[in-house]
């Protein structure tokens, strides 16, 4: 595998593609618009589970399963929601091959294996999950219902590129069920905030949270909040989304409840999922042109050791050392690899593990163990250092900490240098197309302005910010009087 | 929610069915054979996971995803593979809906979207691995590969039951590559014994391991080992099977390495499994006529407070002893629920928490207050106690390994009073019919005595035991030379 990488300023989606194979996260599939999730990959996506998912027990949600298959009538039931995701549906309409009789190799469709109603597979599980719900739900005892799915699901895209659209992607989805309105309003804020929270705390990207506007909000949602980060390229990326479905799905599943004072009432419902399209948020925040950079807290290994020797006496010697050092590491619960293979020089593992975005390297060779030192080097700013080896657990704790601490700010203080005010229409599509970033602007409200601004620039709303705006202010469109102030990007 | 459960003297499996549903394991979802996992079932089944991948890991194995959706033609590749699924595969055909025109709430398959190439959904994932694995392995230094996937699979199964047989299931799949068939060999042996580990360890199931007959063995394996364990009703389950696959996927999909001396060779491969279907056996294992039993490595919570008040002051008083035991309990991680819900009475709880197979119940009322006690009942059981509430910490902890260690001792008991022996055919067929269990016999080894017999008696040979058999010994049937001795019974 060659080491080299396109370089961001040259071909920034080019770097994209070729950093996340030869990071070894992905690939993909021999189907169409599908990946798959090679091991180094998906131990970053198992953190990051792991993480949310203890966010979403100490906040009161179970984990359930649905099932993977939806019956046409139930996913027609709400209606924006079906219209929104039918264009991209992958419709299972048989449950049987056969041979076919001109080639025996061969399987062919059984006619007579013909479904009476086709079935779609999930593009995400609020019909199937609503129709269920009608049966638990009877008195204001049943409620609230906080439940969270761990699943995979499918979206016909057409144009897919590895974690960041794929016709198939794992996610979870959370689906609650409440009596009143303003829990399934504070529910839905609530959620949005914990992405926002494992965005900072666990991803070291900082994120802007805010509410979709009424073309880019849920197919079937009443208010869509959401949280959006900048990458590096100056485009923005919707990184989670919160949804307030108001009482839509529960009238279309006619879920009712019955309060208190005996009265019946239909149910207040949310959703809100992240993806593994967290993945290609991850890998755009951090890395540059050496490779991956992961955070410790998300890295599946926060430090290499990678052995240096000539000889079977020095590999020896070394890898005692390695073992000790391993063990302490350990019991301070820091993740660690001993790269021992034989079959590589220790440039090409260097090479390796800087593409992998491994948090620390420590290189261990024959002067270490005369001087009683290591060599650490640090994945973010690569830098290099000579440590006693006595001082070296404390060294890796704080330099980890350094390290997760240091990408935020980094991250953040680019969010910031590339978040700017305009004066004019026209200078806001010149700093679109010349330097990209969230632009903050005042907007008039109706779906006019934004649809021009996004075919004379490709910017979009990415989110509304507020709508308590002064008095005067005015669309930086139109120059109508402004009902809110928004975020605009173009977006992946 | 009544509480009333069929005996299973009465009806095995309708006890089976209505356990399923009243312990809030599962329900069957509006997707024909497809079932909803709900929140207390699917806990159960993340403690499964858990034990599981950490075996795996320590093992050495990786966790990857691969595809939900397989192209036709690579399902093909491997013909007994093909053949063994074809009947009972879901055929994607289309990637959009559209709006009818004569009903514009519905919507219809848009005849324009037709793939060119079918996709199935996964059954299993042999195919799609290893027309990816074909990609990864050049020489011997790519190997081995050690890959589990945690996921769903579909199966177009016309009987289905909660757990036992549903279309969807979620399970693990390994699929390793080796270098040579004897590191291939132990593997499958190898995976087969943790499965047995976990089983015991873990589910307090005794099982048996063995290898299938050629009739039974997994389509496209050269052998499937596997573990059968015995349920109450007399009847085997399948747990777990670990399949060496021979180079039989390689050469399908032109697998090739180049070992240490240059040559080129074929891959070896194993795959192993195990599904949602444990869920079924470990219900079945331990439960009894008043509801589930589980054992306290496997339950999400091992202990239940139930407060036992007549009035506010009372309520409170008790609360606040609950809290300093429920402290106390976790802080030496045994889980805990207080259920201090104001809309159900002491006794209606009992039944509930009897019903979910809680492994201790623990009821605090006045009077303990004053006598400084607690009731400590055991669900395996139903044994009450009062103990000292100084002395509960130690005797909690102490009872629930209790519990684990009598679960597995009764139903290794169980297991060992209904597996047999027996001198002629006929008394075979009479056991059969009337106690069930394990048969041990000898067997002829050929297709037609097994076939034979499973019409005859629908008992089957769960496994093969051992084919080093006395030069002496005789086919239970048709009394020509046994080959092999085995185990037969009804199975699920």
Known sequence: MSKHLTKRSDNYSKWYNE?????????????????????????????????LDKMFKATGHENAYFPLLVPKHLFEAEEKNAEGFAKECAVVTHYRLKTDENDKSKLIVDPEAKLEEELVIRPTSEAIIWNTYKNWIQSYRDLPIKINQWANVVRWEMRTRLFLRTAEFLWQEGHTAHATKQEALEE???????????????????????????????????????IEALMQDGKALQAGTSHFLGQNFAKAFDVKYTNQEGKQDYVWATSWGVSTRLMGALIMSHSDDNGLVLPPKLAPYQVVIVPIYRNDEQFNQISEKAQEIIKELQDHNISVKFDDRDTHKPGWKFAEYEMKGVPLRIGIGPKDLENKTVELVRRDT???????????????????????INLFDKAQKFTKDNTRQVKSYEEFKSLIE???????????GTAETEEYIKKDTKATIRCILSTEVPESSKCLYSQNKAVAKVLYAKAY
Do not use: H
Not at 20 to 48: F, H, Q, S, T
Not at 383 to 400: H, M, P
Not at 434 to 440: L, P, W
């Open 382 to 404: 690569l830098s290099k250092s000579f440590i006693k080896q006595d001082e070296l657990i404390d060294t890796v704790k704080q330099t980890l900490t350094d390290i997760q």
């Open 188 to 226: 839905a804020q609530l959620m949005n905030s914990i992405y926002a929270k494992f965005a900072k705390d666990f991803m070291a990207m900082p994120v802007i949270e805010g509410t979709k506007s009424e073309s880019e909000k849920f197919a079937g949602a009443e208010e869509t909040y959401c």
């Open 434 to 444: 010349t330097k990209g970033g969230f632009v903050e602007a005042y907007w008039d």
């Open 19 to 51: 950093l996340v194979v030869k990071a070894d996260l992905a690939e993909n599939a021999a189907v169409r618009g599908c990946m798959v999730i090679k091991p180094y990959g998906y131990a970053i996506w198992e953190k990051m589970q792991s993480e």
